[in-house]
Every structure is written in C-alpha cells, then in structure tokens.
C-alpha cells in the first residue's frame, strides 16, 4: 500500500516561497496509474486541490494558483515537490500530498504551513 | 469551475440513525466522477465513495452513494460512534476539480 509523507518549513516570510516535498513508499513514482497531487486546507475551513504532475512528468495547476506554483518529481528519491511563490498569510493551511486517479486515494498525514514574518 | 454545494452544513443525529448528506453541483458532473470523504479532527480525509457510488477498498458497507448530472447522496445507513465526522464531496469531471465546502454529522 502506497504511503505517503510531507516534509518541509513549517514557517514562511510572506513574499517568500514555500517548499514543500512528499516521500512515496510501497509504490514507485515512475509507474503509470497515478498522478501526484497536492490539495491544502486553510485553518478551520474546506479542500483546496492545488495541482498535481503525472508520472510523465506533464503539470496541471488549478488556475486560481497557476503563476505561483511549481509541482516536479524527483524519481531517484521516490518524491515529488511543491513550490508556491509570493505567499501570503492567505497561504497558510495544511498541506497534503496525495495520489489521484480522478478521485485522491491515499494521503499524506498533512503538513502545517505558516506564513507570518 | 463547478461549484458543489454540500447540505446541510451540520447534521446532528443519534448513533444507529441514518444520515443522508447531500452534495449540487452548479454544472452537470461528467461520467458521474463525483466522490465523497470523511475527515475526523487533526486527520486527512480519507476516500469513501468514487465514482458515484464504488466504495473504496475497505469502506463499510453502511456507506453508499448515490445520483448523477448535478445531485448527489452519501448515505450512512446506521452511524456508528466513528463516522462523526466532516464530510466532502469532490468532482474530478471537469479541471479544476473542486471540492464541496463540508457537512459535519455531529452527535446529538
């Protein structure tokens, strides 16, 4: 069974960029079936998909986002990133990562990101 | 972008009872590619329902899901002290794929 874990700062000036990235066990990210996505979640409120790369590497971002994010995979570690430029306190949420296909199936346990100076 | 919206907000119900959740979509939903969560409390969501009305490996079958086009159910037949929780449904027919803004089934 595919597991998945996020992993980065957990705190961001604002007008900075946030990094975060998701290690894949009991499955390879090279393999087709699934695209990797990451999803956040303000504070109290709802699901936000983000965007998400396929095993080819072809990138898909939700419009409202578009110019301020970057999703790459690193196929030698078994991982795939998320960079979000130009942050804002809007920013701040959970962070998941978590595979697709069509609906998201499995996720990471999330990650809180914080934007404050 | 397809908007769903998810009602009620809050559901308060007794353990044993039935809940029925529902979930409208603003367009019609491509291939009934509408799935449903559960979040419980400093937890990801995990997936319920796919493609409608599938249940993901290892749902109980006291969840089932139902509709097509624009409405949408998840039902939970009779709740158990672990399903209350906060539900979402999420459309991945159309880019991008949105999700509802949640119903909590809180105990009564």
């Known amino acids: 069974q595919l597991q998945l874990q996020e992993s980065g700062s957990g705190l961001v000036k604002p007008s900075q960029t946030l990094s975060l990235t998701c290690a894949v066990s009991g499955g390879s990210i090279s393999s087709g079936g699934y695209s990797w996505s990451w999803i956040r979640q303000p504070p109290g409120k709802g699901l936000e998909w983000i965007g998400y790369i396929y095993h080819s590497g072809s990138t898909y971002y939700n419009p409202s986002l578009k110019s301020r994010v970057t999703i790459s995979v690193d196929r030698s570690k078994n991982q795939f990133s998320l960079k979000l430029s130009s942050v804002t306190a809007a920013d701040t949420a959970v962070y998941y990562c978590a595979t697709q296909r069509g609906s998201f199936d499995y996720w990471g346990q999330g990650t809180l990101v914080t934007v404050s100076s | ?108």
């Open chain 2, 1 to 108: 972008e397809i908007v769903l919206t998810q009602s009620p907000g809050t559901l308060s119900l007794s353990p044993g009872e039935r809940a029925t959740l529902s979930c409208r979509a603003s367009q019609s939903v491509s291939s009934s590619y509408l799935a449903w969560y559960q979040q419980k409390p400093g937890q990801a969501p995990r997936l319920l329902i796919y493609g409608a009305s599938s249940r993901a490996t290892g749902i109980p079958d006291r969840f089932s899901g139902s509709g097509s086009g624009t409405d949408f159910t998840l039902t939970i037949s009779r709740l158990e002290p672990e399903d209350f929780a906060v539900y979402y449904c999420q459309q991945y027919g159309s880019s991008p794929e949105t999700f509802g803004q949640g119903t909590k089934v809180e105990i009564k």
